[in-house]
């Protein structure tokens, strides 16, 4: 769950990056799945506005306005055998190589 404040770019409508309440669709409300694919190594997430690690960066691209969220997401990811960690890539393809990783543990 998201909270009252996060960090907000300007791409998202505000004039300057800051601190300011989440913006739609990235503020938590939307209803969304998950599905695992341990034989293809993804995880894909349904629903506009869901997200892991980071809301702008999708694989081979990163989103311009929140307007152009996908209504749904996959990730590279790998989940333990114990079910505690997953970690996940996404490679945003900007001729820069950019590139994030992300490891989510179950408390």
Do not use: R
């Not at 769950?1 to 800051?18: F, N, Y």
């Not at 997200?51 to 929140?66: D, F, H, I, Q």
């Not at 333990?80 to 590139?99: Q, R, Y």
């Amino acid at each position: 769950m998201l909270g009252t404040e996060s960090w907000i770019e300007a791409w998202q409508g505000v004039a300057a990056d800051g601190c300011a309440a989440p913006v739609f669709p990235h503020d938590g409300t939307a209803s969304a799945t998950y599905e695992y694919n341990e034989a293809a190594g993804s995880i894909k997430l349904t629903g506009k506005g869901a997200y892991l690690g980071l809301l702008k960066a999708y694989n081979l691209g990163e989103l311009t306005t929140p307007g152009d969220a996908p209504d749904e997401i996959t990730y590279e990811a790998a989940l333990s055998s114990d079910g505690n960690t997953l970690e996940i890539d996404i490679k945003v393809n900007d001729g820069n190589n950019a590139h994030w990783s992300f490891k989510f543990v179950k408390e």
